[in-house]
């Protein structure tokens, strides 16, 4: 599995993740250069779906295997497929492990895409549902089918997440979903963000969504950080403090770096950091915050509890180790 063919001349390049990008990269290596380079593509799942598939599930009856692309059909002079699920990363000696071996690339291609983080938002799990992915999608769709009145609120959960404009498009789909039904008037519609306006970087389609929306009687609130789904009153809890109900939650997840490329070390997110705050009576409470994450920086408090005080000896244990070791 190590770069042998390098001593012929060829290039070994090991495309971790068969995702919109490891896919794109791989054929266009296979079509231009594939006597230069032998490509060895690497991903956990056996089939691909494009992001915008999870609507076919939730609106229009697809099923998850309607919307899967086996990757055994992958046939492209020079690109190996491989299912295998990537356990570390070595940047400088560009070695990579994986649960079946390990792959030694003259070119290292990192593309294993964004993981959700589910349990960042408290009650999210058991209080709400989401279509970021098939299974979700799926569960949302059986969800949706008995629901006939009552207020949908969109979360979007954290910022940035993929698709800028999937939340809106989720809004604007779950419309025409409930007047297909003749429910539409019983069913209220919101979508609450972190940013200013749905697509913060371009005002003209965030005046497009936002006429959509309003056309639709589908209200967008701005500037809003969800930091808690309350599962007993069915509340979103906001970080200024204030809430808002719903009777179904339909959560965008917080967006994160998959492990695996964090303990990598390539990924470096300088604009998000934690504090301690000692209580007193042996708590520890930690702040959370995030600078660049939303339209304004935003911080929340986890704890205070023992738990953290022992986390908080654990952290500057390692960092000791690893600074002065
Ligand atoms: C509802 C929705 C609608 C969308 N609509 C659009 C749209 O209309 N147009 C558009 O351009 N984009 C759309 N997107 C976004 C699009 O899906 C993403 O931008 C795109 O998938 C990102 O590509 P990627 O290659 O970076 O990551 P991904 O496509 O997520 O690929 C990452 C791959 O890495 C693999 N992987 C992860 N960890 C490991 C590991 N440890 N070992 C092995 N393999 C691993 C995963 O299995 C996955 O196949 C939508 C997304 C959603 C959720």
Same mark, same amino acid.
């Given at each position: 599995?190590?770069?042998?063919?390098?001593?012929?001349?060829?290039?070994?390049?090991?495309?971790?993740?068969?995702?919109?990008?490891?896919?794109?990269?791989?054929?266009?290596?296979?079509?231009?250069?594939?006597?230069?380079?032998?490509?060895?593509?690497?991903?956990?799942?056996?089939?691909?779906?494009?992001?915008?598939?999870?609507?076919?599930?939730?609106?229009?009856?697809?099923?998850?295997?309607?919307?899967?692309?086996?990757?055994?059909?992958?046939?492209?002079?020079?690109?190996?497929?491989?299912? #295998? @699920?990537?356990?570390?990363?070595? &940047?400088?000696?560009?070695? %990579?492990?994986? /649960?079946? *071996? +390990?792959?030694? !690339?003259?070119?290292?291609?990192?593309?294993?895409?964004?993981?959700?983080?589910?349990?960042?938002?408290?009650?999210?799990?058991?209080?709400?549902?989401?279509?970021?992915?098939?299974?979700?999608?799926?569960?949302?769709?059986?969800?949706?089918?008995?629901?006939?009145?009552?207020?949908?609120?969109?979360?979007?959960?954290?910022?940035?997440?993929?698709?800028?404009?999937?939340?809106?498009?989720?809004?604007?789909?779950?419309?025409?979903?409930?007047?297909?039904?003749?429910?539409?008037?019983?069913?209220?519609?919101?979508?609450?963000?972190?940013?200013?306006?749905?697509?913060?970087?371009?005002?003209?389609?965030?005046?497009?969504?936002?006429?959509?929306?309003? #056309? @639709?009687?589908?209200?967008?609130? &701005?500037?809003?950080?969800? %930091?808690?789904? /309350?599962? *007993? +009153?069915?509340? !979103?809890?906001?970080?200024?403090?204030?809430?808002?109900?719903?009777?179904?939650?339909?959560?965008?997840?917080?967006?994160?770096?998959?492990?695996?490329?964090?303990?990598?070390?390539?990924?470096?997110?300088?604009?998000?950091?934690?504090?301690?705050?000692?209580?007193?009576?042996?708590?520890?409470?930690?702040?959370?915050?995030?600078?660049?994450?939303?339209?304004?920086?935003?911080?929340?408090?986890?704890?205070?509890?023992?738990?953290?005080?022992?986390?908080?000896?654990?952290?500057?244990?390692?960092?000791?180790?690893?600074?002065?070791?």
């Amino acid at each position: 599995m190590s770069g042998e063919l390098s001593s012929s001349g060829v290039k070994h390049v090991v495309i971790l993740g068969a995702g919109f990008a490891g896919l794109e990269l791989a054929t266009r290596l296979s079509e231009s250069l594939s006597d230069e380079v032998r490509t060895t593509l690497i991903d956990q799942g056996d089939s691909f779906s494009f992001g915008f598939s999870k609507l076919d599930v939730l609106f229009r009856g697809r099923s998850a295997d309607d919307v899967s692309l086996p990757y055994r059909d992958i046939s492209k002079e020079g690109v190996e497929f491989r299912q #295998e @699920r990537v356990t570390s990363i070595d &940047p400088e000696k560009r070695r %990579v492990t994986t /649960d079946a *071996g +390990s792959y030694d !690339a003259d070119i290292l291609v990192v593309s294993l895409g964004a993981d959700y983080d589910f349990a960042a938002t408290p009650g999210f799990e058991e209080g709400g549902v989401q279509y970021y992915s098939i299974p979700g999608a799926e569960r949302m769709r059986d969800v949706l089918s008995d629901f006939e009145s009552g207020r949908i609120l969109i979360g979007i959960l954290g910022h940035p997440f993929k698709c800028p404009p999937a939340p809106f498009e989720g809004a604007l789909l779950l419309h025409d979903h409930f007047v297909e039904r003749g429910l539409r008037d019983a069913v209220e519609i919101r979508v609450v963000g972190p940013m200013a306006a749905p697509v913060p970087i371009t005002e003209e389609l965030s005046q497009s969504i936002l006429g959509a929306l309003g #056309e @639709r009687g589908i209200e967008y609130v &701005p500037n809003q950080q969800i %930091v808690e789904i /309350d599962t *007993g +009153s069915n509340e !979103a809890r906001f970080a200024d403090g204030g809430s808002m109900p719903f009777d179904l939650f339909v959560g965008i997840p917080v967006h994160r770096v998959p492990d695996v490329v964090e303990r990598s070390g390539l990924a470096v997110d300088e604009g998000a950091g934690i504090c301690y705050i000692e209580f007193g009576g042996g708590k520890v409470g930690k702040v959370e915050a995030n600078f660049f994450g939303g339209p304004k920086p935003t911080a929340r408090l986890v704890g205070p509890s023992r738990d953290l005080a022992a986390d908080k000896v654990e952290f500057a244990a390692t960092r000791r180790e690893l600074w002065f070791g």
